[in-house]
C-alpha cells in the first residue's frame, strides 16, 4: 500500500523556525495538502497544492516541494501552533487518498 | 456558517451495521465532493472514502471495501456511510470532510471538517 513518511517528532523554541517532511514516491506527480489537528479538535487544512495557503492561515505557514519530499514550514513558531501536522496526498493514479502517519509538533 | 454535522455513532456488535450520516449547511453542497475520513482513538488520521458531487464516482481505502458504501443525497445536503460487518479495527471517530472540487479523485485538501461521531465495535 502507498505511504507517506513523516517524522514523529520535531521540536522547536517559540520565534524559531520548525520544518516537517513528508516523503513518498508519487509526490512528484500528486499534489500535497497539510492539516493541523490540536487535542480534541478536528484537523484544519494549513496548505493546499504543495504551497498555498487557505484564507485565514496565517502567513508563517508555507509549504514547498522538492521531488520526493514536501515540507511544511512555520516562521517564528508560537506556543499556538503546538498541535498534531498530518500530510495528505494520492497515489500515483489519484485513485485513494493517503495520509502520513503525523508529526507532533512541540514548542519548548 | 459553513457546517457539518455527523450522526449515527454509537456501540455495535461486531459483525453488525451501522449507518452515519452527515448533515451540510453553509455551501452549496451538490458542488464540492465529500469524504469520510477516520481516527481510531490516539492514532493518525485514515482516508475511509470519497464520493464526486454527483454521486459518479466513489473509492475505498483498501481496508473497508467490500463492506462500508458511501453516498449523498444532494436533495438532502447529507452525505452517508453504510458500514456493514464491523470490525473491532473499525472502532474510531468517524469524520465527514468537504473536499474543494468536485471529483473526489485526486482529492484537492479537505478544507471543512465536522466534529466527528464516535464509533465503537465490541462485544
Known amino acids: 500500500s502507498y505511504e507517506l513518511t513523516q517524522p514523529p517528532s520535531v521540536s522547536v523554541s517559540p520565534g524559531q523556525t520548525a520544518r516537517i517532511t513528508c516523503s513518498a514516491d508519487a509526490l512528484p506527480k500528486q499534489y500535497a495538502y497539510w492539516y493541523q489537528q490540536k487535542p480534541g479538535q478536528a484537523p484544519v487544512l494549513v496548505i493546499y497544492?504543495?504551497?498555498e495557503r487557505p484564507s485565514g492561515i496565517p502567513e508563517r505557514f508555507s509549504g514547498s516541494s522538492s521531488g520526493t519530499t514536501v515540507t511544511l514550514t512555520i516562521s517564528g513558531v508560537q506556543a499556538e501552533d503546538e498541535a498534531d501536522y498530518y500530510c495528505?496526498?494520492?497515489?500515483?493514479?489519484?485513485?485513494?487518498?493517503?495520509f502520513g502517519g503525523g508529526t507532533k509538533l512541540t514548542v519548548l | 456558517e459553513v457546517q457539518l454535522v455527523e450522526s449515527g455513532g454509537g456501540l455495535v456488535q461486531p459483525g453488525r451495521s451501522l449507518r452515519l450520516s452527515c448533515a451540510a449547511s453553509?455551501?452549496?453542497?451538490?458542488?464540492?465532493?465529500m469524504h469520510w475520513v477516520r481516527q481510531a482513538p490516539g492514532k493518525g488520521l485514515e482516508w475511509v472514502s470519497g464520493?464526486?458531487?454527483?454521486?459518479?464516482?466513489?473509492g475505498y481505502a483498501d481496508s473497508v471495501k467490500g463492506r462500508f458504501t458511501i453516498s449523498r443525497d444532494n436533495a438532502k445536503n447529507s452525505l452517508y456511510l453504510q458500514m456493514n460487518s464491523l470490525r473491532a479495527e473499525d472502532t474510531a471517530l468517524y469524520y465527514c470532510?468537504?473536499?474543494?472540487?468536485?471529483?473526489?479523485?485526486?482529492?484537492?485538501?479537505?478544507?471543512?471538517w465536522g466534529q466527528g461521531t464516535m464509533v465503537t465495535v465490541s462485544s
Open positions: 453553509g455551501f452549496t453542497f451538490d458542488d464540492y465532493a
Open positions: 495528505q496526498s494520492a497515489d500515483s493514479s489519484g485513485t485513494y487518498a493517503v
Open positions: 497544492k504543495d504551497s
Open positions: 464520493i464526486s458531487w454527483n454521486s459518479g464516482s466513489t
Open positions: 470532510a468537504k473536499d474543494q472540487t468536485y471529483n473526489w479523485n485526486p482529492p484537492e485538501g479537505f478544507d471543512i
